[in-house]
Each structure stands twice: as C-alpha cells, then as structure tokens.
C-alpha cells in the first residue's frame, strides 16, 4: 500500500489539506498527518480559517522510509512555519532524492527554500512573487517536473490528490475515485 506524509502548522489551508486527505484516502493510500513539534497545542493543528485538525503523530517520530511521498498543503500561516521547520527541509530533502515531493498553493516556497523545486511549477498566483522561482506555470491545475508535484489553490485540491493517485496507485484507482466522487473537471 502506498503511504503518504503530510506535514501541518497553525494557518494551513483546511480545504487543501483535507481534499487531498479524502482523495487520497479513497484511492487506498495511507496517509499520516503529522504536527510540528513547536505547535503550541500538539496534535491539534487550526487552520488559516479557524478549523482545527487533529494530526496522528509528532513528525519528530517520523522515518523517511516509510513512506512514498511528502505532500504540503499551503495558507501562507503553515507554509511559513514549515519552511523554517528544519525536520521539514530535511525530509522534503531526503524524499526528493528517490521519493515523491508535493506542494500546492504558497507551499512550493518550501520547496524552494529546501531547494528541491522543479523547473516547472505552479502555485496559487498570489504566491508567485513570494516564490520568485522562473518556471511558473499558470495553465495546468497541476504540475509534474520530475518527482515534484505542484498544485494552484484550494479549487484545485481535488485533482491534485486525483493526479497523486494517478502517481502511487495508478490510472486505473484514480479514475475509480474521480468517478465515485462524479467528477468531470480534473
């Protein structure tokens, strides 16, 4: 079974994160949602719009090996605080090298700053100018360089944990859940 890491911080975008927690759980894959170790209410984790998430784990307990990709949801709160995580740089680091790497909205400025983003990306567009990366791409909902995924916003959640799957688990599992969950848009 695929496995999947997804690191949160106090303002991450809720949408985002629990999109592709939803789609990603539908399709068969794993996910671990982990906290910072400096939360300041440990496993429960408030999003930029007031919505508090209760994570499985500290990431400080995490191994690499574990699992097959890393994925970031944005808000500029959680993407802010993940960039300044060394955990985090060096995890996005280490599965960069022989893993999967994805990040949606203003979280390619993590990848970014852990150096690890592609040539092409997208990113919300309000981003763009944060990230201050050539190579955006604002004519895709996502954005495959290599084994680094990106994604716009929070409208494209879906089809960001819809291309995941397609990644981990194949055409076949995504094209099952895109049509469970009727959509005809990704």
């Known amino acids: 079974m695929a496995s999947v890491l997804l690191p949160l911080a106090s303002g991450f975008e809720e949408l985002e994160a629990v999109a592709l927690i939803d789609v990603m759980r539908r399709g068969g894959i794993e996910v671990c949602v982990v906290y910072l170790e400096d939360e300041l209410h440990g496993r429960l984790v408030t999003g930029a719009n007031g ?75 309000g981003a763009k100018e944060e990230i201050d990366h050539p190579g955006y791409r604002d004519d895709l909902k996502v954005v495959e360089d290599g084994n680094v995924l990106t994604s716009q916003g929070p409208g494209t959640a879906v089809c960001f944990g819809l291309a995941i799957l397609k990644r981990l688990v194949g055409e076949e599992s995504m094209q099952s859940v895109k049509d469970g969950m009727l959509l005809d848009y990704c």
């Open 51 to 125: 919505i508090t998430v209760e994570a499985d784990m500290s990431i400080k307990t995490i191994i690499a090996d574990d699992f097959d990709m890393i994925v970031l949801p944005g808000g500029w709160g959680g993407t802010h605080a993940l960039a300044e995580n060394a955990r985090v740089i060096e995890l996005i680091k280490e599965f960069k090298a022989n893993k999967v790497v994805g990040a949606m909205c203003a979280a390619p400025f993590v990848l970014k700053k852990a150096g690890v983003l592609g040539e092409n990306y997208t990113c919300y567009p």
